[in-house]
Every structure is written in structure tokens, then in C-alpha cells.
């Protein structure tokens, strides 16, 4: 077989197709084998186990037994359908993704142990397939005609394999906890089994002649968000933050109360109290001990990281260690330890988040002390996004990634009051949430009346984007019905084409009542119907006086309908010559052939190609529409880059560096990119920062602003046009503190799986 140099899209095609059929049909055997080493792992399991604890585990067989060859069948299509959806649809998020920071409030238990288990199989598969699943990302990416290796985009990734199996087990009527001790067990065989799959399927393409995509060393600055910390964060698993966050932890466990209680109890002779029942007594306390052995030992942690050697870059993080060891002698129960360490870690990346300059950075510093503080008041204030210390955080540093460099113009003003405000926290005896509201108040009245202006211009220009969208979209339909005009395929297309360009954007603006003059959305379409009648090729002929009579109101009905909508005098004079011309040409004979059904059909193409060519022209705005609101189109002088000199190097993301589980790093789309979105956009060869401040409600227009007044809009197609070529980069698309408290959940998450396994 020749190997092809450049894949051929019919034949990539239907080897993909066959590739993820063979893939899917795979999906029985490595079904009948997890069920099969999980049948024995509970058969050893109750032969060992004590007569009380063996039901269970019988039940737990029975059911497997039950269930198996709905299994063994289910899974090839559950594989099918992940496979389809992946090759069909949008990039979906990865099945072991941790929840969110906020999200884990809303789950409940069985929720939590279904994410650590999925995540322990997706590890488990990761591990053993590590190879062959990095050549598998190439071959599978070239044959999709992907230039370079997207992982993402490879719909034979484990994460297909872990969520096709959660699913289907999940659709049991089997409980969750015996499901759940099922997915345990057939993670780890899938994951084992995952890695012959995945050198099979690679051999496969190979001999098919399949070249290799090439790895792209992409520097994306959103991917240099900040990693969870790579400590054991004092034990903290998933199930603890959610029942921190769900308040389940915020009752204060007394110690000297416990400890005077179980020695009257339990110790002291010659005291007979009423004996209570076991079931009440024996259980409540060893779960008081087992909780106060968990306060103990986070503890213990925060006290030995407090002192123990901390790298240069991170040393400094760390709150006083006298600050610490008072909250540790102050914590009353596993709420306040945990909200203690939360609170640590969230600020700890929040430090060296690389997207933050290092003023901000000192600031959050700064503030440690009192946010510890705090935490023993109020140990859930940071799941509340609008709690007054957890928003003057988010505030202070989403603010102030308008600025790429501390020389930046303005910085200095930024600083100055929030350096202020943040002294005043760091040195007051915090003993609730109002010192935290009065420094955000104070905050709040200088930002607006800085910003009053910004405001202002921001306005204005969301009102002319979302009134020249609204007309184009009339435009757009009224293009439509002239199109259908039996008289369309009968005049020169420039007639049509600027009935359907500039003169439904007269229409369009006529119906919504904005023009000052007499146009009205009747009268312009009269206008339009006497252009066709004295453009329309011996027609004329048979009246001249009408035609005589008609052009010079034309003309000025014309004229006075431009002008309305402000199209640029330049390109009207030039429409008016080729009138000219026109009207001209009406007056010679008709040729034989013009009427011929092939002159007719040979109209009727010319006349649907420059339809759709205006279609795919977008969005059309007035010259002081695009001034207003700051309208580029790709093709601007101002996005040209240096021709002496390569643009400004991405700074490169530290090695370590991975952005937190369930955060889309792949390429931002126009479709993708959320409101707030900070990105870097070149301007006459210089990077500026903006930020996404506004969208259309129909997802046509986009309004990116930065400091100084400068603010840049531009249509779906631009920004899409722009993330490609690299004109335009993302540089933040979530908060600086979400991002932080995600790669809490996500360590959380971490020592849940190391627990597990």
C-alpha cells in the first residue's frame, strides 16, 4: 500500500469510521472482563468476610449476575454513542473532571464518591496507556485532518471508556453504593486493559498508512493559570470540603466538654450514672474522637508547614506563624480547621497565579491574616461569591488585569486606594465581615468615579452595536423578499446588488423608525421597485416619458436614503455612474437571446453566487457607527503586524503549570469565550489588554475595552478570524479567585484518589 503523503478526506474518513466501529465492538470483551475479575474479587471477598458482613457482598453477586448480559451488550453502544457524539459535536468536558469550587455545595455524597471513583478509573487508565496513547493522539488527529495533535479531539481518549462505563452502570437499578463499589474495581481493569486497546487501535492506523500529526508547542497564556499546590493541603479530600461547604461542619466541637463528659462517664469510679443506650453512646463518641482526631491532625500540618523551610517563592506566602498558631488553638472542630486550610490554600494560589503582577500579589498576601481570622467567625465565607471579603478579593484582582506591566499607565492610580484599603484590613482586629464591606464600599466609590467616563463610552457604544444589529437583521430579511421579486433576475445584477446591500439597510432602518427625514419603510421599497423598472433592459422603451420623468426623483429619493443611513458618499457616487451607465443601456434593443432560457438560468447563477457572497459579507456598519463603537474588521491597518519583527514572545507557562480539571484550555472560538474574558488584542504592533464587556444577544457582535477609553468591537466571523492568525489572544476567561478555590477542589480531589487506590 502507498503511503499518502497529504490524507485524502474520503478515505480518512471511512478509516475513521471503521476505526471507532472496530473500537466500539470492543467494547464487549472488555465489559466481560471487568465483570469477570470483579465477580472474583467479591467471591474472595465473601469466603474471607465474617458471617455478619457476607451478605452484602452476596447481594452484591447476585445483582452482578443479574445485570451482566445487559452489561456485556450495553457497552459497545454506550461506547458507539460517546464515539458519535465526540466526532458529531462540540468538545465535551472530560469525564474526570473534578466539580467546581461551587458546584461541589450542590452535590451530595453518593455525588462526590461518583467523582473520586470515575477520576481514580480515568487515572488508572491514564497511567497504564501512557505511550500508546500519546501515538494514538497523533494518528487519530492526522486522520481527522488536524495539522497538529489536539488530545482533546481524539474520540478514543480513556475518558470516552471511564464515562461510557459510568453511564451505563448508572442506568442499573442498582443502588448507588453497590454501583458505585462495582466502578471501583471495573476502573482499575478497564484502566489496565486500556493500553492494549490503545497500542491495537495505534497499529491499526499505522498500517493503514496513517502519518503522524505533529505536537505544536503552543505558549497560551490562559494555560498558565495557577496548579493546585502539590502538598497534601493537611489531608483534605473532596467528601470534607463538601460538607464543609454544605455547613455540615459548622457545629463547634467543645474538647474539654467531650473529654469531662467521657471521663464522668466511662472513667470515674464510684459514680453510677444512668447507663445510656449503646447505640447512642459508644458510636457518638468514637465519632467525636475520629473528629477530633482529624482537628488534630490538619493541625498538626498547618503548624509543621508554618515552620518547616519553605522555598524562597513560596515562604513568603505563608501567614505569620504567631497568627497561625493562635487560630490553631482557637479552631473548635473539623469546620474551622478545614475553612482555615481552604482559606491558606486559596490564597496561596491566588499569590502565584502568574497572571496577577506582583503588587496585586502582595496585597492578597497581605490580607492572609485577617481572612484567617475571619474564617473562625464565618468558616464558609469564600463558597459565597457575593460575601463581602470573597468579592473585595475577586474585585481587586480582576480589576487590575488591565494592567500587563506595573509602569503600565494607571497602575500606580489603581494601587494607591486599594493599597490603602488593604493596609487598614491587615492591621485591624477582625471579629466580623464589616471591616471587609467598608473597605469594598470605599473601593467601589473610587473605581466609579474613575470609571464614570468609561462607562459612559461603553454605553454609548452597546447602544449603537445592538441598534445596527437589530437593523441588519431586518436588512437581512428584507434582502430576502427582493430576491423572490419576479423582477430580480431581470435587471444588471449591481441593481441587485445594492437593493439588497445598502438600500435594505435604508429600508431596514425606515421600519424602525429612526430615519428624520420623509423615507418611509413603504416609500423605500416604492423606490426600490422603480429602480428595477428603469434598469430592466428595453422596458423602457416602450415609455420613454415615464422613464424621463422618473430619474431625477429617483435619484434624489435615492441620494436622501443613503444619506440616512450615512453610506460613505464615495461609494455612492460610484453606485450613481454605474446608474448612469445603466440607464443608458435600457435604452437599446433587446437582443434575441436575451430572454432565452439559458440567458435566464445563466442570470439566475450570477445573481445566487452574489447573494451568497453577501451573506458571507456579515455585518455592515456606517462610518459613524464603526467610530462610535470602535468597529474593526480583520482586515484593519490597525491589526497589521511589524513587517521588521516578530510580535511579542507569549510568555511560556511554567513548566509545572496545569490549569486546574473542568477549565477549557483548548482554542478560545467566539462561540466559547465567556463575558469578563480578559484577552490581548495587537494594535499597530503593540499588545493591549481588553477585556469581553459586551455580546450581542444574537452572538453577532462582540465589544472588547481597556484603560484609557479605548474600546475595539467586531463581528463573530472577525474574532474567530483574529484567535486564529494570533492577532488576538486569550489571556484570562475565569475569575482570578474561582480559579484559585478550583484548584482547591482539585488537590481535594487529588487525595480522595490517592485515598482510594
Given amino acids: 500500500m502507498t503511503t499518502p503523503d497529504t490524507p485524502s478526506s474520503t478515505r480518512y474518513t471511512a478509516l475513521l469510521a471503521d476505526c471507532l466501529r472496530h473500537a466500539a465492538e470492543g467494547g464487549r470483551p472488555l465489559m466481560e472482563m471487568m465483570v469477570g475479575k470483579l465477580r472474583l474479587f467479591l467471591l474472595q471477598q465473601s469466603r474471607a468476610a465474617m458471617p455478619q458482613q457476607r451478605e452484602p457482598l452476596t447481594e452484591s453477586l447476585r445483582l452482578l449476575d443479574k445485570h451482566e448480559a445487559a452489561l456485556c451488550a450495553g457497552y459497545p453502544k454506550a461506547l458507539q454513542g460517546a464515539f458519535a457524539e465526540e466526532t458529531s459535536g462540540p468538545v465535551v468536558r472530560a469525564a474526570a473532571a473534578p466539580p467546581t469550587f461551587d458546584e461541589l455545595e450542590l452535590m451530595d455524597e453518593i455525588q462526590v464518591q461518583e467523582s473520586v ?45 471511564v464515562r461510557s462505563l459510568r453511564n451505563l452502570l448508572a442506568q442499573t437499578d442498582v443502588a448507588s453504593p453497590v454501583w458505585l463499589s462495582w466502578m471501583q474495581h471495573m476502573g482499575v481493569t478497564l484502566g489496565k486493559e486500556l493500553g492494549p486497546v490503545s497500542a491495537s487501535l495505534r497499529d491499526s492506523l499505522r498500517s493503514h498508512g496513517v502519518k503522524q500529526a505533529a505536537y505544536e508547542v503552543t505558549q497560551t497564556l490562559d494555560s498558565s493559570r495557577p496548579p493546585p499546590v502539590g502538598r497534601d493541603a493537611a489531608g483534605l479530600t473532596l467528601a470534607q470540603l463538601r460538607r464543609l461547604l454544605a455547613g455540615e461542619l459548622d457545629a463547634p466541637l467543645d474538647q474539654n466538654s467531650f473529654a469531662a463528659r467521657f471521663a464522668r462517664e466511662f472513667e470515674a469510679p464510684g459514680t453510677e450514672p444512668a447507663p ?148 487598614a484590613l491587615a492591621s485591624a482586629s477582625i471579629d466580623s465581615a464589616e471591616p471587609f464591606e467598608l473597605a469594598l464600599k470605599s473601593l467601589e466609590v473610587v473605581w466609579d468615579r474613575q470609571e464614570q467616563h468609561e462607562r459612559d463610552q461603553r454605553k454609548m457604544a452597546m447602544q449603537v452595536l445592538a441598534q445596527a444589529e437589530q437593523r441588519n437583521e431586518l ?47 413603504d416609500g423605500c421599497l416604492a423606490t426600490a421597485r422603480d429602480l428595477l423598472w428603469s434598469t430592466r433592459p428595453g422596458l423602457q422603451k416602450k415609455d420613454i416619458p415615464r422613464l424621463t420623468g422618473m430619474i431625477a426623483p429617483l435619484l434624489g429619493k435615492l441620494r436622501e436614503g443613503l444619506a440616512a443611513i450615512d453610506y460613505p458618499a464615495v461609494d455612492a457616487d460610484l453606485f450613481f455612474g454605474r446608474l448612469m451607465v445603466l440607464h443608458q443601456q435600457a435604452l437599446k434593443p433587446v437582443t434575441s437571446t436575451s430572454g432565452s432560457v439559458d440567458a435566464k438560468a445563466l442570470v439566475r ?74 484577552v490581548e488584542l495587537q494594535v499597530h504592533g503593540r499588545w493591549a489588554r481588553m477585556q469581553l464587556t459586551w455580546a450581542s444577544p444574537r452572538g453577532n457582535l462582540f465589544m472588547f475595552t481597556g484603560v484609557n477609553d479605548s474600546t475595539h468591537s467586531m463581528t463573530q466571523h472577525t474574532l474567530d478570524q483574529l484567535l486564529d492568525d494570533g492577532t488576538l489572544r486569550l489571556f484570562s476567561d475565569q475569575a482570578v479567585v474561582d480559579s484559585a478555590l478550583d484548584a482547591v477542589a482539585q488537590t481535594a480531589m487529588r487525595n480522595s484518589v490517592d485515598v482510594t487506590l
Fill in 117 to 161: 471513583e470515575v477520576a481514580r478509573a480515568l487515572q488508572s487508565a491514564l497511567l497504564a496507556s501512557d505511550q500508546p496513547l500519546t501515538d494514538l493522539n497523533t494518528l487519530m488527529c492526522a486522520v481527522q485532518g488536524l495539522k497538529t495533535v489536539q488530545a482533546q479531539r481524539n474520540p478514543l481518549r480513556p475518558e470516552l471508556y
Fill in 276 to 423: 445510656p443506650a449503646f447505640a447512642q453512646t459508644v458510636p457518638a463518641a468514637f465519632e467525636a474522637l475520629q473528629e477530633m482526631k482529624q482537628v488534630d491532625q490538619v493541625m498538626q500540618r498547618l503548624a509543621k508547614r508554618a515552620s518547616d523551610p519553605a522555598p524562597a517563592a513560596l515562604a513568603t506566602t505563608l501567614a505569620p506563624l504567631p497568627v497561625r498558631e493562635m487560630l490553631r488553638r482557637q479552631a473548635r472542630g473539623l469546620g474551622q480547621a478545614l475553612g482555615i486550610e481552604v482559606v491558606a490554600l486559596m490564597v496561596e494560589n491566588i499569590t502565584r497565579d502568574p497572571r496577577l503582577l506582583a503588587p496585586v500579589q502582595q496585597a492578597v498576601r497581605d490580607l492572609e491574616p485577617a481572612l484567617l481570622q475571619l474564617t473562625l467567625i464565618d468558616p464558609r465565607f469564600f463558597s459565597h461569591k457575593r460575601h463581602p471579603a470573597r468579592y473585595l478579593i475577586e474585585q481587586m484582582t480582576s480589576r487590575s488585569l488591565a494592567y500587563s506591566a506595573v509602569d503600565a499607565p494607571g497602575f500606580t492610580v489603581f494601587m494607591q486606594p486599594l493599597r490603602q484599603a488593604v493596609d
Fill in 475 to 521: 436588512a437581512r430579511g428584507v434582502a430576502q423578499d427582493m430576491r423572490t421579486w419576479p423582477e430580480a433576475a431581470l435587471v444588471p445584477a449591481p441593481v441587485m446588488a445594492f437593493l439588497c446591500g445598502p438600500w435594505a439597510q435604508v429600508v431596514a432602518r425606515a421600519r424602525l423608525g429612526q430615519p428624520q427625514g420623509t423615507m418611509k419603510p
Fill in 605 to 678: 447563477e450570477r445573481l445566487e453566487a452574489m447573494f451568497r457572497e453577501a451573506d458571507a459579507a456579515g455585518l455592515w456598519l456606517a462610518p459613524s457607527e464603526a467610530q462610535q463603537s470602535g468597529f474593526i474588521e480583520a482586515t484593519d491597518s490597525l491589526l497589521s503586524r511589524p513587517a521588521f519583527a516578530a510580535t511579542e514572545p507569549m510568555p511560556r507557562p511554567p513548566e509545572s503549570a496545569a490549569a486546574p480539571a473542568g477549565i477549557s484550555t483548548g482554542p478560545a472560538t467566539a462561540s466559547t469565550m465567556a463575558l469578563g474574558s480578559w
